[in-house]
């Protein structure tokens, strides 16, 4: 039984969202800019319109955003 | 053919961009950035920069295993270590093949490293599925419950559920339907169904794109407005 928060959640992934975003090929492009973008602490998103609207959507693409932000963050500390 | 088409298995929709992707100007490339071109180029030094190439990317790749490895407690060692070692192998063929597409908007390690993390995560997410049945079909359309909601909330909320499951029956097409259901509601990785339906990531996610919004032009139509509910948490 989907309830509550879940039922949000659900209805979010069903419906995705409400801004334009780019597809995943276009998203895939742009990843590396937007993430070290988003690590200098400039906006990424200003720089990169519509990417955080897909990483919203798509799930696969979110994972692989998340991966290079944490692998990046990580090698510029090393 | 784009690191998302060769992560997938055969190219049959054309990609059609949601919106135009902003293009940057050409950047002056970092010291270390040139310095990977040019021996990535050169006779020379190819072969040994190739080497460390390689060794880039398997971290890479090993970095993403590990991560994932919690999710995966029916993968031993070995496999998890062949999976990182295939993805670095195949990574290196993409950023060999698409040397000339960087751009310097990031730094040259920056960019490849994308690639071993795409080839991991989708092997991972594929072999997660191996064996399973991609399901279709609503697993439990009668499911969605607002039990837990107010009562004046829970009626608006019905009507909203039940406008938007007839919707999903009703104004998506049979193709939309199935990439919606199995994407969005029964949580299908994106790369297993492409493989699955011999297609490809992007022209998925396009169709998953146009009956999301087929879905809400069709509550807009009816009047039940979601984002402000949506926004709350």
Redesign the interface.
Same mark, same amino acid.
């Given at each position: 039984?989907?309830? &509550? $928060?879940h039922?949000?959640q659900?209805? #979010? #992934? *069903?419906? %995705?969202p @409400?801004e $334009? =975003?780019? &597809?995943?090929?276009?998203c895939?492009?742009?990843?590396? #800019?937007y993430? =070290?973008l988003e690590l200098a602490g400039e906006d990424a998103d200003a @720089?990169? $319109? %519509?990417l955080r609207a897909?990483l919203d &959507?798509? $799930?696969?693409c979110r994972?692989?955003h998340d991966? *290079?932000h944490?692998?990046?963050a &990580?090698?510029q500390q090393r | 053919m784009s690191a998302l088409d060769t992560a997938t298995v055969g190219i049959v929709e054309p990609v059609v961009p949601l919106i135009a992707p902003t293009k940057p100007q050409r950047s002056a490339l970092d010291a270390e950035s040139q310095e990977w071109l040019r021996s990535l180029r050169l006779e020379d030094t190819r072969e040994e920069a190739i080497a460390r190439l390689h060794a880039l990317l398997l971290r890479a790749a090993r970095f993403e295993v590990a991560r994932r490895r919690p999710a995966l407690p029916h993968l031993r060692g070995n496999d998890l270590d062949d999976i990182a070692t295939e993805a670095a192998d195949d990574a290196l063929m993409s950023v060999l093949r698409r040397l000339d597409d960087f751009r310097g908007a990031s730094r040259f390690t920056t960019w490849v490293y994308k690639f071993a993390l795409l080839e991991a995560s989708s092997k991972l997410r594929k072999r997660a599925w191996q064996g399973r049945e991609v399901p279709l079909e609503p697993e439990g359309w009668g499911t969605f419950s607002s039990t837990s909601l107010e009562p004046d909330a829970e009626l608006e909320q019905s009507e909203l559920l039940i406008t938007l499951q007839n919707a999903i029956a009703e104004v998506l097409t049979p193709h939309q339907r199935s990439v919606l259901v199995a994407l969005a509601l029964n949580g299908v990785p994106i790369d297993v169904l492409a493989e699955r339906l011999n297609t490809n990531r992007g022209a998925l996610y396009k169709t998953l794109h146009d009956a999301r919004r087929k879905l809400r032009k069709h509550l807009d139509e009816r009047g039940l407005a979601l984002d402000n509910w949506l926004e709350e948490r």
């Open positions: 039984m989907i309830e &509550g $928060p039922l949000k659900a209805v #979010r #992934r *069903l419906l %995705g @409400a $334009p =975003e780019v &597809g995943c090929d276009a895939f492009e742009e990843l590396d #800019r993430v =070290e @720089a990169v $319109p %519509g897909h &959507g798509c $799930p696969a994972e692989e991966s *290079l944490a692998f990046v &990580g090698d | -």
